[in-house]
């Protein structure tokens, strides 16, 4: 697919929710973010990081300035990455929308409250590529949505991307269902909506939404395929969902839910940046301190201290875990796995990015430590289904014993509902 291939129509809005965090594969600019790059940051609204310059911010009054990492934005500004420029915006909830180089939004509403915990965030995509990773909207009255002059789009804790050409948009979805209609720019009368699975892309011209709005045409669902996938900006925004993903899994395998959950991963971020900036650590006297292991499920902090030394424990086993169920894996589906040590005083460490991870080819492949995505090879898909393991090795630094533990399941064939077809 062109890079102009995943554009909703001028008039798309999707709505959603999911946590999503971009780890930046860039280093934050000289001019990006400096030793002030998290001064100003607040739970309650989103702020920027800048991957790549130049991107600019334009405020509701009109005003145009250059943006750097950590400074706020609000309901009204628009904000424009030109054509080197890469940025993600973060809210209050750990939620991220990530912007392609040539791209404008407009922040039409946000709004975060983080007693409740209710994220409210609504954007209109004017060109280029957005990417929009939720954490799962926490209440009923959260919301998210992204919208062009002829769709509306709308979900609850996914993963997916809007792009946005002069006369067409498109959706592609990457977890779970996106509610797809589309709008009629002149009159304001949306379509019947269809779902858009992890799996599919919908896509339409400006021309067509006022025919589909009335009933006169239908809005399908296709599968989407191998090469619309590998488009870079599409690649590198799944490559971040899975980082985080991982990361969320360790803290989630710590015992850490919810709020404390939201709350550590921000912390986290934040002092990526610091690093990333050259500042000090933070004084971190009132945060909450990083997790290392967990005992009787109950966190222990990496800075605990005891009032004698013990003996370092030992590791007596590794397991595989992961919170996604196993009993119906499909292709294309990721699966992530954390890599878990039990120690002898009963404690367990999180070593996913420390384990070297295989997985049988008929079933597919590692695209990173711990995630593991399905596709049947082509020696075995004429049958719709194989059998593989998933393994992780990981070797004690201190000793050198090596520890290993696998995971046996069972990878189906992707059948498109719609026409009956395997993907």
Not at 344 to 372: C, H, L, Q
């Amino acid at each position: 697919m062109k890079k102009g291939i995943i554009g909703l129509v001028a008039g798309l809005v999707v709505i959603g929710a999911g946590v999503f965090i971009l780890k930046s594969q860039s280093n934050i600019p000289a001019d990006g973010g400096g030793a002030a790059a998290t001064a100003g940051i607040t739970d309650t609204n989103p702020w920027i990081e800048v991957l790549a310059p130049a991107v600019t911010k334009t405020s509701s009054t009109g005003t145009e300035t250059e943006v750097k990492t950590g400074d706020m934005l609000g309901s009204g500004d628009k904000v424009r990455t030109d054509t080197h420029g890469l940025a993600t915006i973060h809210f209050g909830d750990g939620s991220v929308a990530r912007l392609d180089s040539a791209t404008e939004i407009t922040i039409t509403e946000s709004s975060y409250d983080p007693a409740s915990q209710t994220l409210v965030v609504r954007m209109a995509l004017g060109i280029g590529h957005l990417w929009s990773k939720v954490i799962g909207l926490a209440t009923p009255e959260s919301s998210w949505e992204v919208q062009t002059t002829s769709a509306v789009v709308t979900v609850r804790g996914t993963a997916f991307g809007v792009s946005r050409t002069k006369n067409s948009t498109d959706i592609i979805g990457s977890e779970h269902n996106v509610a797809v209609k589309a709008r009629d720019n002149k009159t304001g009368k949306d379509s019947a909506e269809i779902i858009v699975d992890e799996k599919s892309f919908v896509s339409f011209g400006d021309g067509d939404a006022s025919a589909i709005a009335s009933g006169n045409k239908k809005l399908l669902a296709r599968l989407a395929t191998a090469d619309m996938l590998k488009e870079n900006w599409i690649q590198q925004a799944r490559g971040a969902d899975a980082e985080l993903e991982q990361k969320l899994e360790t803290l989630r395998a710590q015992g850490l839910t919810g709020m404390a959950l939201r709350r550590e991963i921000r912390r986290e971020l934040y002092e990526d940046l610091r690093k990333r900036a050259g500042e000090k650590p933070a004084n971190t006297q009132n945060v909450t301190p990083p997790i290392d292991r967990i005992k009787d499920g109950t966190p222990v902090p990496t800075t605990a201290k005891t009032s004698q030394t013990l003996p370092a424990p030992t590791v007596r086993s590794l397991k595989i875990v992961t919170k996604q169920t196993l009993t119906n894996v499909v292709e294309n589906t990721a699966i992530t796995f954390s890599a878990v040590l039990t120690l002898s005083d009963g404690t367990t460490k999180i070593v996913t990015n420390e384990a070297v991870w295989k997985v049988d080819r008929i079933i597919g492949s590692m695209t990173s430590p711990g995630v593991f995505m399905p596709v049947l090879d082509a020696s075995v898909s004429e049958f719709g289904t194989a059998t593989g393991v998933v393994r992780a090795v990981w070797k004690n630094p201190k000793t050198g014993e090596t520890f290993n533990a696998s995971q046996s399941l069972d990878v189906n064939a992707y059948v498109d509902p719609t026409t009956g077809d395997r993907g």
